[in-house]
């Protein structure tokens, strides 16, 4: 199912979700230097500077160009965080040293991951979410069919929709409809698009 929004701001709704992940499909493996900045058109300022701690399957992240990403890894982003962890976590920082396990080893490119599409999991945190969720919520983005009842749910709650701001796969529905459908027989994935 694709839930296509074309009205308002959804990214109040998705707040919950993006801090616990959702999945991003991307064109094939690539570093994380080129994901932030060809994929999803951040510029290098903004990623140096705003996007203070990086982990990839739960492992901090200091250089983006040398880290790549694969099919089902698990990419999280903060902004700069206060205080000793904030310090020891942040990338490049002189402190890394101090982490579990010390620095995190280069990981080039995937052996044997497709040349095709893949599937990251993104997980937002503090900034990020009102500085990236747009953006990625407009390239689209897929929940399971409970948290897409969740957005779905806070997306009504938020403010009225008119019967054309949504869109299911391709039909204009309201979200009154569009709750009953997904309690009675909630797919299993759901591809959301913001289309301002």
């Given amino acids: 199912m694709e839930i296509q929004l074309k009205e308002g701001n959804p990214l109040p709704a998705f707040f919950p979700a993006l801090q616990q992940g959702v999945e991003v499909p991307v064109p094939g493996p690539r570093s994380l230097?080129?994901?932030?900045?060809?994929?999803?058109?951040l510029d290098r300022e903004f990623a140096a500077t705003?996007?203070?701690?990086?982990?990839?399957?739960?492992?901090?992240?200091?250089d983006l160009a040398s880290v790549w990403v694969g099919e089902g890894d698990v990419v999280a982003l903060s902004g700069?965080?206060?205080?000793?962890?904030?310090?020891i976590l942040r990338r490049g920082s002189p402190l890394a040293g101090l982490r579990r396990g010390g620095r995190p080893e280069s990981?080039?490119?995937?052996?044997?991951?497709?040349?095709?599409?893949?599937?990251?999991?993104?997980?937002?945190?503090?900034?990020?979410?009102g500085d990236m969720g747009p953006r990625l919520i407009q390239k689209g983005v897929i929940l399971d069919g409970q948290a897409a009842l969740s957005v779905v749910s806070a997306l009504g709650?938020?403010?009225?929709?008119?019967s054309h701001g949504v869109l299911v796969n391709g039909q204009a529905m309201d979200l009154d409809?569009?709750?009953?459908?997904?309690?009675?027989?909630?797919?299993?994935?759901?591809?959301?698009?913001w289309s301002p």
């Fill in 33 to 41: 230097e080129s994901l932030l900045t060809k994929e999803w058109g």
């Fill in 50 to 62: 705003k996007i203070g701690t990086v982990f990839l399957n739960g492992t901090p992240v200091d």
């Fill in 80 to 87: 700069p965080m206060p205080g000793l962890a904030g310090a």
């Fill in 107 to 129: 990981r080039g490119m995937p052996s044997g991951e497709p040349n095709g599409p893949i599937h990251i999991h993104v997980k937002l945190f503090n900034s990020l979410i």
């Fill in 157 to 162: 709650q938020a403010k009225p929709w008119s």
């Fill in 177 to 193: 409809r569009l709750l009953r459908a997904l309690r009675e027989g909630a797919p299993r994935r759901v591809r959301f698009v």
